[in-house]
């Protein structure tokens, strides 16, 4: 069974970082795009970043020069460095990919972590 598991949150003070990372686990394939998504309390999902195979990167307008996503292909695991938090970037921060499973014949399915809780606060 795939799933994804996220780690790194915690709560930090504005102007600090924090790293998240994120593991895909189980029979894969091969996995296409992995991020990151977040959602605040009364706020829908919204994109953060993603990290497409070919190693294209997108980003949110309101992370861009601060985040960074990086991707371990050979672990299969993506990263989100945040640098310059602000309290505003307070959510829950859920990971997501585009894995096919290995031994099945659908291609692609949609995978999301149970989300890592950051806090950004004085």
């Known amino acids: 069974q795939v799933q994804l598991v996220e780690s790194g949150g915690g709560l930090v003070q504005p102007g600090g970082s924090l790293r998240l990372s994120c593991a895909a686990s189980g029979s894969i394939y091969t996995i296409n795009t992995m991020g990151w998504y977040r959602q605040a309390p009364g706020k829908e999902r919204e994109m953060v970043a993603t990290?497409?195979?070919?190693?294209?990167?997108n980003y949110a307008d309101s992370v861009k020069g601060r985040f960074t996503v990086a991707r371990d292909g050979a672990a299969n695991t993506v990263f989100l460095q945040m640098n310059s938090l602000k309290p505003e970037d307070t959510a829950i921060y859920y990971c997501?990919?585009?894995?096919?499973?290995?031994?099945?014949?659908?291609?692609?399915?949609?995978?999301w972590g149970p989300g890592t809780q950051v806090t950004v606060s004085s």
């Open positions: 990290f497409t195979r070919s190693g294209t990167t």
């Open positions: 997501n990919a585009d894995i096919w499973a290995a031994g099945t014949s659908s291609r692609y399915n949609n995978y």
